[in-house]
């Protein structure tokens, strides 16, 4: 191909996208924006590094995140989780380090990406990140109330910006809610001057570098465990917002896990280098840009560079700002956070689904985002463990598969044939519940095994399987198998199985079974 060729073919390509896509990038990307700002000042100045850190955390792991990640419409910024990490950072480490375990967690979320963990992180229990997210709110409102307990009119205040927040988001959509009190706030400081805390003016130009790799390679065996933390949090969080995001999104290809996570990663390597906030795909911001109308990947990149604008010409804005507004928007944050959807279902959940989101609540608040996960991920797996040794093995009526009219026909037939239905998993630690269930089969002539509902079969399963079939050749009784998914049936193939029980002994219906056992005993 030419020189020309690719000329003209980049050229049909960009007046492609200004006809099609232009206009709702840019919509897409000045709400995101907007979104952002209140947000990313919020989590900055809770973090304990300033409005300028979460800025700057949504300007370049934004940018990066968008222009590398798998994800198409998501927009990356601070969220909860890390900054809750890196405020319990704050005290311990010096700014440098904190911005290093930043660099690091990005680093880590790269190799999570080319180590291709993407769908293995999305496989973490839904009662987990459920009760993570309610413990992440639980912890931000643990950390702002003792603050707010101490003056009675700063908590009244902070309640007014929270019922200003709902009441925007309910009437007055098209506002960014967090916008709202932030756009009174600073109305407020110019009119009447009021004497309050302001978060004073953002770092105005373009940030310097906040990084060395001296420090990076010197400091690693100490700040690897945080690091660590910080990297699978906002993977689990960047994931779980881009699986929303592909429900909302019509006509547009399901995201990349592990592209996904490379992309976050470079961002987060990006922000703590230029002292920004760790950063992970943004719910609110993500379906504000899907509902403006985005279209591509470029959204996220007007997104971060609208709030580039806003830090170099507008920084000495955060002077009429007051720290009670963003208290209180970071606290209406929390309460969003909640995921109130699974706690009004509670009632009618599964027991072990409520231990392990309760215990993940717990353990989130009292030892630690990372432990509580980890914790909760292995209590989910000892409870499904059990759940799967809980084989029902029932016998069924065979008269109950037939019309009333034709059923007393069958009745003398319903001793020598045994209709059996199993459910759950065949495997090590649910067979010998197989085997005692089974074993009074020998006074029958025929023996049906409905095992539509089984989902899964291991080795010790088809070790009975096989004995079961062996026992009935033995004792003169003819085995038959209905409804045997097509994963299962290739794995008694493989363990001939199908052999052992007879090829033409397996049937997709019961009624095809039932109708053959009926030919046997009859003639």
């Known amino acids: 191909m030419n020189r020309s ?7 049909a390509k960009i007046k492609n996208y200004c006809s099609t896509s232009i206009k709702g990038d840019l919509l897409g990307g000045i709400t995101s924006a907007f979104v952002a700002l209140p947000t990313a000042m919020a989590f900055g100045l809770s973090s304990g590094l300033g409005v300028s850190a979460g800025l700057y955390g949504s300007i370049f792991a934004g940018f990066f995140a968008a222009l590398l990640g798998g994800a198409v419409l998501q927009i990356t910024g601070p969220t909860g989780p890390g900054a809750v ?50 413990g992440v709110a639980a912890l931000i409102v643990k950390e702002q109330l003792p603050s707010l307990m101490t003056d009675s009119r700063l908590f009244v205040v902070v309640f007014f910006i929270i019922v200003l927040c709902f009441l925007s988001a309910k009437y007055v959509p098209q506002i960014p809610a967090a916008m709202v009190p932030v756009i009174l706030g600073i109305t407020v400081s110019l009119i009447f001057k009021h004497n309050l805390p302001m978060i004073g003016g953002f770092a105005v130009g373009i ?28 993977s689990i969080d960047s994931l779980l917002t881009a699986s929303i995001l592909d429900s909302l999104q019509q006509g547009v290809s399901p995201h990349d896990s592990n592209r996904e996570l490379i992309g976050q990663g470079m961002g987060n390597i990006m922000s703590g280098m230029f002292g920004g906030l760790s950063a992970a795909g943004a719910t609110i911001r993500s379906i504000a840009n899907v509902k403006a109308g985005a279209r591509t990947r470029i ?12 830090v170099l010409f507008a920084g000495g804005i955060g002077n009429y700002i007051p720290k009670v507004v963003l208290s209180g928007v970071i606290l209406y944050i929390a309460i969003t956070i ?43 797996s000892i409870l499904f463990m059990i759940k799967m040794t809980q084989l029902e093995v029932q016998r069924v009526s065979l008269e109950g598969h037939f019309p009333v009219k034709e059923r007393q026909k069958i009745l ?43 989902l899964v079969i291991d080795q010790t399963g088809l070790k009975v399987l096989e004995m079961l079939s062996v ?9 038959l198998v209905s409804g045997v998914s097509e994963q299962i049936k290739k ?10 029980i007879g090829e033409d002994h397996f049937f997709p219906h019961p009624m095809e079974a039932i109708k053959r056992a009926l030919e046997i005993v009859q003639g």
């Open 471 to 479: 026992e009935a050749n033995s004792s003169g009784v003819i085995l």
């Open 85 to 134: 990490i890196i405020a319990s950072l704050v005290p311990n480490l010096s700014v440098s380090d904190v911005f290093t375990v930043v660099v690091l967690s990005g680093c880590i979320q790269i190799l999570f990406g080319l180590s291709r963990l993407g769908k293995f992180i999305e496989y973490i229990p839904y009662p987990v990140i459920s009760g993570f997210m309610t």
């Open 412 to 454: 003398p037939f319903s001793k020598k044939i045994v209709l059996f239905e199993i459910k759950g998993a065949l495997f090590f630690g649910s067979s010998p519940q197989l085997v005692k269930e089974l074993s009074q089969f020998t006074e029958s002539k025929v023996v049906i095994l409905k095992m539509y509902a089984v």
């Open 207 to 234: 940030p310097t570098l906040q990084f060395s790799i001296y420090s990076l390679f010197e400091r690693i065996p100490q700040l690897l465990v945080p690091a660590f933390s910080l990297a699978l949090l906002c």
């Open 491 to 500: 794995s008694l193939d493989r363990a001939s199985i199908t052999t052992l």
């Open 5 to 11: 060729s690719l000329k003209f073919g980049f050229i």
């Open 338 to 380: 909640v995921d109130y959807n699974n706690l009004k279902r509670i009632p009618a959940t599964p027991i072990a689904d409520v231990i392990v989101m309760l215990v993940t609540i717990v353990l989130t608040v009292i030892t630690g985002l990372l432990q509580a996960i980890v914790v909760a991920f292995f209590l989910s």
């Open 299 to 310: 959204s996220g990149m007007i997104h971060s560079f609208v709030l580039l604008l806003l």
